[in-house]
């Protein structure tokens, strides 16, 4: 017998599992909805990112559903060989028009929508300037491009303009930043950063996957809610979000979304959506339209669980949006406190490094539109009990 020459991957396991981080996957046995089961226990869910509850809205499971009887389960090939169905298309010209730029082209998830992207629209020869907490997939595809890549401390407008003065003249460069952070649900600096961009003529993207359906008038983003519309060149956005269904999406220029047609590798050599996730977020972009009070429920739950969450004296960090995370320090300790809360009924995800620094664990929560007062009470309930008996906050 050969001895197993994977031998390394089950010792990295153990080694996890030693340091109390490793994760079994929780599975879901019901609907992504606010009370729901996860590993056969009824749990308050703030751990989705379905901010607006659309993952189960009846509009976008119709509509779905009646796509998967007119046109069929699969699209069949890429977009560019057989795979571009009207339905594609429509879903398109109605981001466009929601995020008032020329044109959109949408792409299977929001992670290769950035990797996709940024890979395609540097080289080697170029720089790309990047907020130090900005998305994986935003790192990736950096890394795919060859370009330079010089990352800025978060949110820190000054050090980027250091960087951006040590830059050797005359290479292209990107300035690029998540919207709203994922981890800590605190906003970039756009309107600075805007300026920064101008002032040395960068390319400036904005990753707003958490701010979609969230932020600005009826859920158009961070760019709408900071009001610099016509200075972000490169807008992505997600699909699998607040939106409720999978995707993610470039809003631009059309000579943008044409480039990205022909390098874009995502769009070129992997498979287009089913038609019914494009009929569904189709009907998300309606309900965003005619239902605007679901994202004032969803900050008024917000505000609510943040200011319980402060009163009882736990580490909130910087969060200006529905994500809160609960900052503990230390991995294990973030882990504990997220298998407690599992135990007293709140599933609140334990995350830790790599995923976030390594002395900045947390639990993070996530509201939504669809939680009742009642379920956050008895989730804040949760985090006191758990939160004083493991010694987090005070008696
Ligand atoms: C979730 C997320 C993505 C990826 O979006 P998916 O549609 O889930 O692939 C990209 N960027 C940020 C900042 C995210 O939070």
Redesign the pocket.
Known sequence: MRSDPLAYVAAELEALKQQGLYRPLRVLEDEQRPTTTFDHRQVVNLSSNNYLGLTTHPRLRDRAIEAVRRLGVGSGSVRTIAGTMDIHLELERRLAAFKQTEAVVVFQ???TA?AGTVSSILTKDDIVVSDELN?A?IIDGARLSRATIKVFPHKDVDAARQVLRGLPAGRRTLLIT?GVF?MDGDLAPLPDLCALAEEFGCVMMV?D??ASGVFGRNGRGTIDHFQVHGRVDVQVG?L??AIGAL??YVAGSRALIEFLHHRARPFLFSTSHPPAVAAACIAAIDVLMEEPDLIDRLWSNTRFFKAGLEQLGFNTGASESPITPVIVGDGAVAMRLSDRLFAAGVFAQGIAFPTVGRDKARVRTIVTATHTRAELEFALGAFATVGRELGIIRE
């Open positions: 998830s929001g992670f950035n998305h997939s998540d994922s990753d996957a958490h997600t699998s979000k995707g993610g």
